[in-house]
């Protein structure tokens, strides 16, 4: 599996984004999709993930804000992004796990700034 990111960029506070992720190769067994983010001088953290079944986490700091969503048919996860603050400034990363074995994307860029 090779994960590509995108819809990163500058929005104002209080602004939206909505990030994607397009997984190419088969999905088969993928059983957790995910967002990680990693701020400048932080370590990576977990923003949101979405489990087979249905079933997700979001970090505190996001719930309500942010939502993580898929769409099999397409390959791709989403992750939308709300009420946007300058704490969310970070690189978001997308990572699956299939069959128990980690594939993270290269990350795409959120600043939220005025």
């Known amino acids: 599996v090779q994960l590509v990111e995108s819809g990163g960029g500058l929005v104002q506070p209080g602004g939206s984004l909505r990030l994607s992720c397009a997984a190419s190769?088969?999905?088969?067994?993928?059983?957790?999709m995910g967002w990680y983010r990693q701020a400048p001088g932080k370590q990576r953290e977990l923003v949101a993930v979405l489990i087979s079944g249905g079933s997700t986490n979001y970090a505190d700091s996001v719930k309500g804000r942010f939502t993580i969503s898929r769409d099999n048919a397409k390959n791709t996860v989403y992750l939308q992004m709300n009420s946007l603050k300058p704490e969310d400034t970070a690189v978001y990363y997308c990572?699956?796990?299939?069959?128990?074995?980690?594939?993270w994307g290269e990350g795409t860029l959120v600043t939220v700034s005025s």
């Open positions: 990572k699956v796990v299939k069959y128990g074995v980690p594939t």
């Open positions: 190769g088969s999905i088969s067994g993928v059983n957790t």
